[in-house]
């Protein structure tokens, strides 16, 4: 299995930032592109960013210019530097990766139990 470890959510201000951070960890055989994507009360959960193994990114629209997800393979990490935040940005955030383990080859998407982002105005 490939377990997934958030860090980094928190309470900030209208005009801040925040870093969070996506290990995984466990029986990894492969790992293709990893993400974040974020849930707000009463909203279906939506991709904010990801990026493949060769560093492909992409963006929703609303953070474009204020979001940067970056990966350090050797790691098997992801992170996602928030800048220039707005109350709408607050969610919970969970990290995503697909791709395989060893008990299990097959690809598929492993989730992060989330992180809280709190943007007050």
């Known amino acids: 299995q490939v377990q997934l470890v958030e860090s980094g959510g928190g309470l900030v201000q209208a005009g801040g930032s925040l870093r969070l951070s996506c290990a995984a960890s466990g029986s990894i055989f492969s790992i293709n592109a990893m993400g974040w994507y974020r849930q707000a009360p009463g909203k279906q959960r939506e991709l904010v960013a990801a990026?493949?193994?060769?560093?492909?990114?992409n963006y929703a629209d609303s953070v474009k210019g204020r979001f940067t997800i970056s990966r350090d393979n050797a790691k098997n990490t992801v992170y996602l530097q928030m800048n220039s935040l707005k109350p709408e940005d607050t969610a919970v955030y969970y990290c995503n990766a697909y791709g395989s383990s060893w008990s299990n080859l097959k690809l598929g998407d492993y989730w992060g139990q989330g992180t809280q982002v709190t943007v007050s105005s």
């Open positions: 990026i493949t193994s060769g560093g492909s990114t």
